[in-house]
């Protein structure tokens, strides 16, 4: 198991929200995870590319590239990340992660692959999403329930003051 890395760079962040009742789930999952619905949408990111590599009917193995516009005068971010999306006709789920390489001396370093100059290349340690019909909470049974769990390093050391309401800000307008 990977350890965290030691520095001020890194956020984790959980979101969990309710989509109405009227959207299905098959359409909510396309909106956020399909190449060309996502980049409709999703105001702070040029590039969204997800290359298949195992297609199943319940499930997904593949390899995603994001690169993000520039922000706050800060240079723009990119994700290489591995992923796995499984289904089962009432529940989604989706593990992504950095693609990583070992050198020589089997120490971690970080892949450079397809990175644009100017571009910072972010580390996802991890991301866990789950989508499901709530089913307890009265107030909102039958709405599309939505779980979200992330680590990243972002390879910008911003202070906690500012960074963790411009994060909390930034997934309220995503979920919206």
Not at 19 to 34: E, G, M, N, Q, T
Not at 61 to 82: Q, V
Not at 105 to 121: A, F, H, T, W
Not at 142 to 151: A, H, L
């Amino acid at each position: 198991m990977r350890k965290p890395i030691p520095n001020k760079t890194e956020i984790g962040c959980r979101m969990e929200c309710h989509l109405p009742k009227a959207f299905k789930l098959h359409k909510a999952v396309r909106c956020i995870y399909d190449d060309a619905h996502r980049l409709k949408w999703e105001q702070n990111m040029e590039v969204y590319e997800k290359k298949e590599r195992v297609p199943d009917s319940n499930g997904l193995i593949y390899e995603l590239y994001t690169l993000g516009k520039k922000l706050f005068g800060a240079s723009a971010r990119d994700f290489l990340e591995k992923g796995i999306m499984l289904w089962d006709g009432t529940r989604f789920w989706c593990y992504t992660s950095s693609i990583c390489q070992l050198n020589e001396k089997g120490e971690l370093i970080e892949s450079n692959d397809r990175l644009p100059e100017g571009v910072v290349r972010s580390a996802s340690i991890y991301s866990l999403t789950m989508m499901t019909r709530e089913t307890e909470e009265k107030k909102n049974i039958g709405k599309i329930k939505f779980v979200s769990v992330q680590s990243s390093d972002n390879k910008v050391s911003v202070p906690a003051i500012i960074f963790d309401p411009a994060v909390a800000k930034s997934m309220k307008q995503w979920v919206e």
